[in-house]
């Protein structure tokens, strides 16, 4: 939890320039994949979201000395069962990679869905292999725990999001029809 403390100071503006870059975008993206710009905003701004929360230094990686720094460690395990009853780490993943599914699941197309979906499970193993890899972030490793429990975000929801989807589909094609004469 210090962890994600420790790098606010590079997250938020990270953040912040992750969303002035979405509004940028989206709506160009939109255009050029049929979809809605306000879902795609959405889904850049949880990109953006998990982006800075990850890949910003963090706030003790200066103060490493420098065995520290380019000591790496590569672990394979699975995640705690205790990760969804208590606020560690893992669950803080969960929470930081589910608004990345949510919004893939908000999409209108299954095809849009199943692409930004298997995009966002792709972020997580990517942000490890970087996190891995560069140095100056002060968190040289790759936890294959990490991975699986970004995984288990993004899936939970998106699970949310074409639940949610499908009940404002039903909503609006339940609605009745007024003609005016």
Known sequence: MLRYFTALPFAVPALAAGIIVSAL????????????PVLVFLWL???ALVLSATLTPSGHAFGLDEGLRTTRVW????PSPGA???VNWQSMNILLFAPLG??????TRRRH??????????????????Q???????????NSATVLIG??????????????????????????QTREN
């Open 132 to 142: 891995f890899t560069v140095i100056p972030l002060g968190r040289s490793q790759f």
């Open 102 to 107: 949510f919004t893939s699941g908000l999409f």
């Open 75 to 78: 672990t394979w395990s699975l």
């Open 45 to 47: 701004a949880s990109l």
């Open 151 to 176: 995984w288990a975000g993004i899936a939970i929801g998106l699970l949310v999001g074409v639940l949610l989807s499908a009940v404002i589909r039903r909503i609006r094609l339940g609605e009745p």
């Open 25 to 36: 975008v989206a709506k160009r993206i939109a255009r050029r994949i049929h979809e809605r």
């Open 113 to 130: 869905i199943a692409r930004f979906g298997t995009l966002a499970l792709l972020v997580s193993v990517i942000v490890e292999i970087v």
């Open 84 to 86: 969804l009853s208590s």
